[in-house]
């Protein structure tokens, strides 16, 4: 399995480790954490890591809703995405997840922008 980003950043443990850092970023900005008051944190901790071992080319299956569905009643802003963008880059990066490896991610990520926007 040459080159699956999942694996070259350590799987599953990695990941988990990466998205309970994200959130931790993404709960202490006062800028968005008005977003996720009342959501069920559990499940959405477990949506992320999927999502993001599914991306990656890692063996899970996402089973959440998709990025349009999932955002449209949350009427997010630009300057929003592009704040969780630097919070999962710096999560990524503090994780000890190599440059072109969080390169990769972050393409993906922002090509998520248009359905995350409803736009
Ligand atoms: C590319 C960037 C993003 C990705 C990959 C992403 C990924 C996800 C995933 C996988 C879910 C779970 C969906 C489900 O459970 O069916 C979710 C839900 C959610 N996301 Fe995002 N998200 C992104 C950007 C954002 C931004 C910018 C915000 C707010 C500032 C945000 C706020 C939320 C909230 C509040 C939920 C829960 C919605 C609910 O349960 O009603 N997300 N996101």
Redesign the pocket.
């Known amino acids: 399995m040459a080159h699956v980003v999942y694996h070259e950043i350590g799987g599953r443990e990695a990941v988990e480790a990466v998205v309970a850092d994200f959130y931790d970023r993404v709960l202490a900005d006062e800028q ?1 954490q008005p ?2 008051e009342g ?2 944190m559990t ?2 901790r477990a ?2 890591v ?2 993001i071992s599914a991306v990656t080319g890692g063996p899970v299956e ?1 089973t ?2 998709g ?1 349009r569905e ?2 449209a ?2 009427n ?1 802003e630009e300057a ?2 592009d ?3 630097a919070h ?1 880059e710096a999560a990524l990066r503090e994780n000890g997840v190599d440059e072109a490896n969080v390169d990769a991610i972050m393409s993906e ?1 922002v090509a ?2 248009d359905p ?1 926007l409803n736009r």
């Open positions: 968005l977003y996720f959501m069920d499940e959405l949506h992320q999927q999502f996402y959440g809703s990025m999932a955002h009643h949350l997010i929003d995405f704040a969780v963008g999962l990520v998520l922008k995350v």
